[in-house]
C-alpha cells in the first residue's frame, strides 16, 4: 500500500516511521518538496518522515514533533550542503528549516501547529 507514488518524484513509503512502517504525511509538505526538487535540480532523499511516538523517543525528538504530524521530514540532497538547502527551502515556503551541517541533513516544517504545541523536530 506504500507503494502509492505521490507524485513524478515521491513515493509514500519514503515519508513511512521506519519501525512500524505507518506513514501519515501532509499534502503541502509533499507539495513544497516538489517544488524545492524543482529548484534544485537535484534528488531529494527523506531520510525521515512520519515518526509513531516509540521512534520518536528513540530518536530523542520533540514529544510534540511535527514528524509525527507528517508535516515534517529531514532531507538530503547529493552535492548539496544542507545550508543551501535551508536557503532554498524558506524560498520555497518551508517555515521551520533548519541544517545540521555535522549530521548532513536539513529539516523542513510546515508551521501548522496546534495550539500550545512549537516544533524542536
Known amino acids: 500500500m506504500n507503494r502509492v507514488r505521490l507524485n513524478l518524484y515521491f513515493k509514500l513509503s519514503e515519508f513511512q516511521c521506519p519501525c512500524c512502517r505507518l506513514v501519515q504525511v501532509e499534502e503541502e509538505l509533499?507539495?513544497?518538496?516538489?517544488?524545492?526538487r524543482l529548484a534544485l535540480h537535484r534528488p531529494i532523499i527523506i531520510t525521515s518522515g512520519y515518526r509513531c511516538k516509540k521512534h520518536n523517543v528513540k530518536v530523542g525528538g520533540n514529544p510534540v514533533?511535527?514528524?509525527?504530524?507528517?508535516a515534517a521530514a529531514d532531507i538530503l540532497v547529493p552535492?548539496?550542503?544542507?545550508?543551501?538547502?535551508?536557503?532554498?527551502a524558506q524560498k520555497i515556503g518551508f517555515e521551520k528549516v533548519?541544517?545540521?551541517?555535522?549530521?548532513?541533513?536539513?529539516?523542513?516544517?510546515?508551521?501548522?501547529?496546534?495550539?500550545?504545541?512549537?516544533?524542536?523536530?
Open 65 to 70: 514533533s511535527a514528524h509525527m504530524r507528517g
Open 30 to 36: 509533499v507539495d513544497n518538496l516538489y517544488n524545492l
Open 98 to 121: 533548519y541544517s545540521n551541517v555535522k549530521q548532513g541533513f536539513t529539516h523542513c516544517g510546515l508551521a501548522s501547529l496546534g495550539i500550545g504545541e512549537k516544533d524542536n523536530a
Open 79 to 88: 552535492g548539496i550542503s544542507p545550508s543551501v538547502v535551508e536557503i532554498a
